[in-house]
Nanobody, 123 residues
Framework: QVQLVESGGGLVQPGGSLRLSCVAK????????MAWYRQAPGKQRELVAV???????NYADSVKGRFTISRDNAENTVYLQMNSLKPEDTAVYYC?????????????????WGQGTQVTVSS
């Protein structure tokens, strides 16, 4: 049906940058919101940034001014540009999408997650 495929994680030094990408694949009719979450070891998954309609964005206080979420609606892709990275940004980052998709009988709404990509900030 629908699959979210993430890429772009890795190891970076403090102060460095990374860009995460997530493409939604499948019988997608329309995407409402796309978001990035993260989960550090021993902590709960938290919202990092969300974008709706390709325009409206919201960020966690901890990443405001450093991270930028953007979206390519034509390619069903969401990006997360991460600058001035800190060790506390180390986590597995997950892509999330709320969307309408074709299910063979019509259209249905669903909430989907990617498999996660590791971001490690360390010297």
């Amino acid at each position: 049906q629908v699959q979210l495929v993430e890429s772009g994680g890795g190891l970076v030094q403090p102060g460095g940058s990374l860009r995460l990408s997530c493409v939604a694949k499948g019988s997608i009719f329309t995407i409402n919101t796309m978001a990035w979450y993260r989960q550090a070891p021993g902590k709960q998954r938290e919202l990092v940034a969300v974008i709706a309609g390709g325009v409206t964005t919201n960020y966690a206080d901890s990443v405001k001014g450093r991270f930028t979420i953007s979206r390519d609606n034509a390619e069903n892709t969401v990006y997360l540009q991460m600058n001035s990275l800190k060790p506390e940004d180390t986590a597995v980052y997950y892509c999330n999408a709320d969307l309408f998709y074709g299910n063979g009988l019509g259209y249905a709404q669903g909430d989907f997650w990617g498999q996660g990509t590791q971001v490690t900030v360390s010297s």
